[in-house]
């Protein structure tokens, strides 16, 4: 853990959003143009540190699934959302814990004309979508239905 610290504090200071949201904006906004032109629809699907950077690109995306998303501010850039969005969440997440879940719950039903999910593993941790052990039973189930959803919600609004 000692020497694992150090190459985060790194990593966190070369992609924080000063240096990222541009990158990032400026691909989707290159991506939505060129959909536009031939009629194309742009998904985006983000984990973890990309989880907030998905929610972020509702202005240049038609649909959004956002994996235990880190550092997302709520309710500001929930309530921001334009896009059909599908959240999926655990809930023994230490990093968007569950009072900050049924925030997000909540916003998203007063949109009513907006088609959102929240959807909440039980038992999962923080990164299950992508790091959860598929040699436990229970780890495996969160990190396979979890790939599910994101699958059926671009399938619904990407198609």
Same mark, same amino acid.
């Given at each position: 853990?000692? %020497?694992? %610290?150090?190459?985060?504090?790194?990593? %966190?200071? $070369?992609?924080?959003?000063?240096?990222?949201?541009?990158?990032?904006?400026?691909?989707?906004?290159?991506?939505?143009?060129? *959909?536009?032109?031939?009629?194309?629809?742009?998904?985006?699907?983000?984990?973890?540190?990309?989880?907030? +950077?998905?929610?972020?690109?509702?202005? +240049?995306? /038609?649909?959004? +699934?956002?994996?235990?998303?880190? %550092?997302?501010?709520?309710?500001?850039?929930?309530?921001?959302? $334009?896009?059909?969005?599908?959240?999926?969440?655990?809930?023994? /997440?230490?990093?968007?814990?569950?009072?900050?879940?049924?925030?997000?719950?909540?916003?998203?039903?007063?949109?009513?004309?907006?088609?959102? *999910?929240?959807?909440? +593993?039980?038992?999962?941790?923080?990164?299950?979508?992508?790091?959860?052990?598929?040699?436990?039973?229970?780890?495996?189930?969160?990190?396979? /239905?979890? *790939?599910?959803?994101?699958?059926?919600?671009? $399938?619904?609004?990407?198609?």
């Amino acid at each position: 853990m000692f %020497f694992v %610290f150090p190459r985060f504090l790194v990593w %966190f200071w $070369t992609h924080r959003q000063g240096v990222s949201l541009p990158i990032i904006t400026e691909f989707f906004k290159g991506l939505r143009e060129q *959909e536009n032109a031939v009629g194309g629809k742009v998904g985006v699907a983000g984990f973890c540190w990309g989880g907030r +950077y998905a929610v972020l690109m509702h202005p +240049y995306v /038609d649909a959004i +699934y956002a994996a235990h998303p880190s %550092f997302l501010q709520v309710p500001s850039e929930v309530e921001a959302v $334009t896009k059909p969005i599908s959240f999926a969440l655990g809930d023994k /997440d230490v990093v968007l814990r569950m009072a900050q879940v049924e925030k997000i719950r909540g916003i998203l039903k007063k949109k009513e004309q907006l088609d959102s *999910e929240v959807i909440v +593993y039980e038992g999962m941790e923080h990164s299950f979508a992508v790091r959860g052990n598929p040699e436990i039973e229970a780890a495996k189930k969160g990190l396979e /239905d979890s *790939e599910t959803q994101c699958v059926e919600w671009f $399938t619904k609004h990407l198609n």
